[in-house]
């Protein structure tokens, strides 16, 4: 049973490790949604909280990023790239090369090489 603060963290490490100025709500929220938790009510959690702490700004259709911010509590993810298959988290494809992105604490993928750009996790 993973607890409400772990997926908190969760979220905020993927928030800070994303390598965009903004982003829509909704594009936020898939992301969030593929790789964290599938209630809505812990993904609003999720981003109160990043806006609380100041990694985010909301503007009336965005989420902007404060990269000054985003540096101070987690590192960033590096990408890695297997040739397996399997499908890819985002958008289900089938794939052949596997991009997977560590963190020090967990990996999130397989994803596609076109969904590992569009999660913006920078490389
Ligand atoms: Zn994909």
Known sequence: MISLEDNINKGLEIISALDADSLTALEIR??????????????????????ERGLVTRSERKYHFNQEASGLDFEKPTVRVLEEVGNCVLCGKRLTKCCYVVFPSRTYGPFGLGCVRKVHLSQ
Not at 30 to 51: H, P, Q, T
């Open 30 to 51: 898939d992301i969030l949604y593929s790789l964290v938790s599938r209630n809505y009510d812990i993904i609003d959690s999720i981003l109160a909280e990043a806006i």
